[in-house]
């Protein structure tokens, strides 16, 4: 286990390290100086059982602290250290009174005072949050749950847990306990990308998330972020949907709402650009990358004149299944068939990028209504010099709209491997001037570089 202690008297590190060492051998003690570095230890280093704050910290009010801390961490033992003095007019007695795991320890420091406290507040830990939450799992049992999901909600009726091994679980989230999203960002900044439920309750979740962003997508006067914040999600449950269960009435409709929203936002704007520099683009995960994809798809029609409700449907369509097949978020990185960083990945999982255009455009035939989906999805890593996969196909065995999709996509999945600075979207337009202005590509390659540069 490890205990944090914040306190800017280094003396002060040297005397709790004692007392640790001497009675708490097991216990890892870290030390830092201020709320700042505490919260990255926490983010970053954790799980902590034990937080202890030095009540005569000088640059920060050690209740409001322990209270940030507990927004970050959720629930956990806070112990406020320090003379009494410090103690009555430093620490705020409903924080204290709040949270009977809370506790106060006066220096001088009593020894056995010190064990009651200090063994009181493990204990709490060792049945609340770390071993009795271990737990040995047949792997069958679970499947994994991008981290994103979690933010739609702060309580969930499942256990959700986090795997250690490939047969232990720690339960890190209990079924209808209140959570904090600062928490489910410690797991995010660690890049953990999953964390773990049991068939049934990732199910209900998926179903649950369904319901969540329909309504949410479904609001009239609805900001833009509240659209983008929305879609990303919903594409996010596509996708994992897709990949655990197959295609329902309910994704069908999932995916008929995104594209009627993103139809509805551009036409909110005069210019299709105004609208896309708004959309969030930080992880450039594959659900992203749908959402982005579908409004460069959009802004081309846009700026082509194409107003045919098929176009967009069936453009919109492959923005979503794209890479619904791909279990491994890190495929991001590989730019194509030939991209040597593919070779850093299983071999499963090279089989599983080389063949995820077919898969994809399977999919797409469930589907009713998107005519040719299937055919745009299934050629969306074609280059118009024959020289792409999984067919090889040249620029003259194309349609105008399997051009427009391959651009979106190629621009944007480039722009996630980039630095996603101006600069990069202005290289990446002009290599795509280079490599794709042939055939049907001409038009739609002059509509994305006005959607881009505009």
């Given at each position: 286990?490890?205990?944090?202690?914040?306190?800017?008297n280094?003396?002060?590190?040297?005397?709790l390290?004692?007392?640790?060492?001497?009675?708490?051998?097991?216990v890892e003690l870290?030390c830092c100086?201020?709320?700042s570095d505490a919260l990255?230890?926490?983010?970053?280093e954790?799980?902590?059982?034990?937080?202890?704050?030095?009540?005569?910290?000088?640059?920060?009010?050690?209740?409001?602290?322990?209270?940030?801390?507990?927004?970050t961490?959720g629930?956990?033992?806070i112990?406020?250290?320090?003379?009494e003095?410090?103690?009555?007019?430093?620490?705020?007695?409903?924080?204290y009174?709040?949270?009977?795991?809370?506790?106060?320890?006066?220096?001088?420091?009593d020894i056995?005072?010190?064990?009651e406290?200090?063994?009181?507040?493990l204990?709490?830990?060792?049945k609340e949050e770390?071993e009795?939450?271990?737990e040995e799992?047949?792997?069958?049992?679970?499947?994994?749950?991008?981290?994103?999901?979690?933010?739609m909600f702060?309580?969930?009726?499942?256990?959700?847990y986090?795997?250690?091994?490939?047969?232990?679980?720690?339960k890190i989230?209990?079924?209808?306990?209140?959570?904090?999203?600062?928490?489910i960002?410690?797991?995010?900044?660690?890049?953990?990308?999953?964390?773990y439920l049991?068939?049934?309750?990732?199910?209900r979740?998926?179903?649950?998330g369904?319901?969540?962003?329909?309504?949410?997508?479904?609001?009239?006067?609805?900001?833009?972020k509240?659209?983008?914040?929305?879609?990303?999600?919903?594409?996010?449950?596509?996708?994992?949907y897709?990949?655990?269960?197959?295609?329902?009435?309910?994704?069908?409709?999932l995916c008929?709402?995104i594209?009627?929203?993103?139809?509805?936002?551009?036409?909110?704007?005069?210019?299709?650009?105004e609208?896309?520099?708004?959309?969030?683009?930080?992880?450039c995960d594959f659900?992203?990358?749908?959402?982005l994809?579908?409004?460069?798809?959009e802004?081309?029609?846009?700026?082509?004149?194409w107003?045919s409700?098929?176009?967009r449907?069936?453009?919109?369509?492959?923005s979503?299944?794209?890479?619904?097949t791909?279990?491994?978020?890190d495929?991001i990185?590989v730019?194509?068939a030939?991209?040597?960083n593919?070779?850093?990945?299983?071999?499963?999982?090279?089989?599983?990028?080389?063949?995820?255009?077919?898969?994809?455009?399977e999919i797409?035939?469930?589907?009713?209504?998107y005519?040719?989906?299937?055919?745009?999805?299934?050629?969306?890593?074609?280059k118009p010099n024959?020289?792409?996969?999984p067919?090889?196909?040249?620029?003259?065995k194309?349609?105008?709209?399997?051009c427009?999709f391959?651009?979106?996509?190629?621009?944007v999945s480039?722009?996630?491997?980039?630095?996603?600075?101006?600069?990069?979207?202005n290289?990446?337009i002009?290599?795509?001037k280079v490599d794709?202005?042939?055939?049907?590509?001409?038009?739609?390659?002059?509509?994305?570089?006005k959607?881009?540069?505009?």
């Amino acid at each position: 286990m490890k205990a944090l202690y914040i306190c800017d008297n280094k003396d002060e590190w040297l005397t709790l390290n004692g007392l640790f060492a001497g009675n708490f051998p097991k216990v890892e003690l870290i030390c830092c100086l201020n709320g700042s570095d505490a919260l990255d230890h926490l983010a970053y280093e954790g799980p902590f059982a034990i937080v202890m704050i030095e009540a005569s910290i000088r640059e920060e009010n050690p209740s409001t602290l322990g209270q940030r801390i507990l927004e970050t961490v959720g629930e956990r033992p806070i112990i406020f250290m320090g003379s009494e003095v410090h103690i009555k007019d430093r620490v705020d007695n409903d924080l204290y009174n709040g949270h009977p795991i809370n506790a106060i320890i006066h220096t001088p420091y009593d020894i056995e005072v010190f064990k009651e406290v200090i063994t009181s507040t493990l204990e709490w830990a060792k049945k609340e949050e770390f071993e009795e939450s271990i737990e040995e799992i047949d792997r069958e049992e679970l499947l994994p749950m991008r981290v994103r999901n979690f933010y739609m909600f702060k309580v969930v009726p499942y256990d959700v847990y986090l795997e250690l091994t490939q047969t232990k679980f720690i339960k890190i989230i209990k079924r209808n306990q209140p959570y904090t999203h600062a928490k489910i960002q410690s797991y995010a900044k660690k890049n953990i990308k999953n964390l773990y439920l049991g068939k049934n309750d990732f199910i209900r979740m998926l179903e649950d998330g369904i319901e969540k962003v329909t309504e949410g997508l479904s609001q009239k006067n609805a900001s833009l972020k509240s659209i983008f914040g929305n879609q990303i999600r919903a594409a996010l449950i596509i996708q994992q949907y897709i990949r655990a269960i197959g295609v329902s009435d309910d994704i069908q409709a999932l995916c008929s709402l995104i594209i009627e929203t993103t139809d509805k936002t551009i036409r909110r704007y005069e210019s299709p650009t105004e609208v896309i520099s708004k959309i969030p683009f930080n992880t450039c995960d594959f659900a992203e990358q749908a959402i982005l994809t579908s409004y460069y798809c959009e802004a081309i029609l846009h700026n082509l004149g194409w107003k045919s409700d098929l176009s967009r449907k069936k453009l919109g369509l492959a923005s979503l299944l794209q890479d619904s097949t791909l279990s491994n978020e890190d495929l991001i990185k590989v730019s194509g068939a030939e991209d040597p960083n593919l070779q850093m990945f299983t071999r499963e999982e090279q089989d599983e990028y080389l063949s995820h255009p077919i898969q994809a455009a399977e999919i797409a035939k469930q589907f009713q209504g998107y005519s040719e989906a299937d055919f745009i999805i299934a050629q969306q890593h074609e280059k118009p010099n024959g020289t792409g996969f999984p067919f090889g196909v040249t620029a003259n065995k194309m349609t105008a709209h399997s051009c427009a999709f391959i651009l979106a996509s190629t621009y944007v999945s480039k722009l996630a491997i980039s630095g996603k600075k101006d600069d990069d979207k202005n290289r990446i337009i002009d290599q795509l001037k280079v490599d794709y202005n042939l055939g049907n590509f001409k038009e739609p390659l002059m509509a994305l570089v006005k959607a881009v540069k505009t």
